[in-house]
């Protein structure tokens, strides 16, 4: 392997805020080149339908489509994943699924309303969405888990139709996905991908149906493409590249810390791993970890490049420090390795995920804990939140006015939209007044 150096930052040093900020940068969403291609396909897909979609698909995926109706999966294809499946991946996929379903449970928002003393009625009402796409990676970067964590908290939200869009490169389909798939609940699938499929969702063609919001991880032009497509339908969020941010005490086996170092950089050369600690040596252990157990992985060079190119090891004063430099990052994934994680947490406003304890590996929440791994990224954290039900989920307000209950708001409304020189508004509150 190449040599590679990670990164070491001093919060003490007069520099760390640039230095921070340069390592934190990330800002590919504004390629111009990728922007202008996305622009083009989208255009395609809007103006010329399943036409577009099969040519994008024959180009870009080298897969062989006919006719329109051969881009979608039966029932039965996903019936048969399921049913195929070994019973180690069946059980592993049910056990998730459960623990999934059971966290989104507690998600949901419920319809309220409260009446005051003059009969006048307020509240909220909360409806599913009607439609849903689920975009999901496809052949070898096949992420089954990634299926049940957006299609389980929309069923759970009482979504009427999912639709799934999953890439098959060369025709290779994922059973593993097709399977979950099947045991979420999805409606129908659709063999598309790129940012065709995202433009198909939000713009319907004949073949596939217009989506209210479209959700689920995909590469950069994936990504583009929801940036561009949002307003035309919701999306769950911009990703960018996975993250994962350590606070150790000190007293967590290195080999422990490296290792969960890796499990998020080896999602690809732009993934970010830092490890922060007040405790110089736990730094210098860690670093010796990875060079340790680094030859032996399998995405060794991935992880290399990622922890190059964007890792970190940085020395905090103390634990409170540790929290501060952690809520400027926002990160992604944050695990509190330490003695007391219940009393560092209060200190933790920005993050997507915070696992607690030293034996609260990071991969346990992308795979089966309960809570959602769709999380904010890229310092995104600061004002967004994980996927849940209630992304899918909308609240409208209810008002009920009675005869004396107008009346009394009608005198507010009038002073207040004859300030504002709006009189139309102002008489039509007038008209209530007396009844």
């Known amino acids: 392997m190449k040599e590679y150096k990670i990164a ?31 622009s083009e396909i989208i255009a395609r897909v809007k103006s010329e339908g399943d036409a577009a979609l099969i040519e994008f698909t024959e180009r870009f995926d080298h897969c062989q489509v006919a006719k ?123 063999r598309v991908g790129g940012a065709q499929a995202v433009a198909a969702l939000a713009y319907g063609t004949a073949s596939i149906p217009r989506v209210d919001k479209i959700v689920g991880p995909g590469n950069i032009y994936v990504a583009t493409a929801k940036k561009l497509v949002f307003g035309q339908c919701g999306i769950d969020m911009i990703a960018g590249p996975s993250e994962i941010l350590v606070i150790s005490d000190g007293l967590t086996n290195p080999d422990w810390i490296a290792m969960d170092l890796f499990s998020q950089a080896e999602h690809d050369e732009d993934a970010q791993a830092i490890l922060v600690s007040p405790d110089q040596a736990h730094l210098d252990a860690v670093e010796a970890s990875i060079a340790k157990l680094l030859p032996a992985m399998e995405r060794k060079d991935v992880i290399k490049a990622s922890l190059g190119g964007r890792g970190a090891m940085i020395l905090v004063k103390n634990l409170e420090q540790a929290a501060e430099v952690a809520n400027r990052i926002a990160p992604e994934h944050l695990e509190l390795s330490v003695e007391d994680p219940e009393s560092l947490v209060k200190l933790i406003r920005n993050a997507g995920a915070i696992f607690m304890g030293r034996y609260t590996a990071e991969a346990l929440g992308d795979y089966c804990a309960g809570p959602n791994h769709v999380l904010p990224t890229a310092g995104t954290a600061r004002f967004s939140s994980p996927l849940g039900v209630y992304d899918f989920q909308k609240r409208s307000s209810l008002i009920f006015c009675s005869p004396g209950g107008a009346g009394k708001l009608a005198k507010t409304a009038s002073v207040l939209a004859r300030g504002e020189g709006l009189t139309a508004h102002a008489r039509s509150a007038e008209f209530r007044i007396n009844g």
């Open 8 to 38: 070491s930052l001093n919060a003490q040093d007069k520099d760390f805020p640039d230095r921070l900020n340069h390592l934190l940068a990330w800002d590919e969403l504004s390629n111009a080149t990728i922007h202008h291609r996305v």
């Open 68 to 190: 329109a109706d051969e881009l979608e999966l039966s029932h039965d294809v996903l019936e048969t994943a399921w049913v195929n499946l070994p019973k180690e991946q069946a059980a592993a996929l049910e056990k998730a699924s459960s623990r999934i379903r059971a966290y989104a449970e507690r998600q949901k928002l419920e319809s309220w309303r409260f009446a005051e003393a003059d009969g006048t009625v307020l509240g909220q009402q909360v409806t599913p969405l009607d439609r849903v796409g689920v975009y999901v990676p496809g052949g070898k970067a096949a992420y089954p888990s990634s299926v049940l964590m957006n299609v389980i908290p929309a069923k759970v939200a009482g979504v009427a139709e999912i639709i799934m869009v999953v890439p098959t490169p060369h025709g290779e389909v994922n059973e593993l996905v097709l399977a979950a798939a099947y045991l979420s609940g999805v409606d129908r699938v659709f």
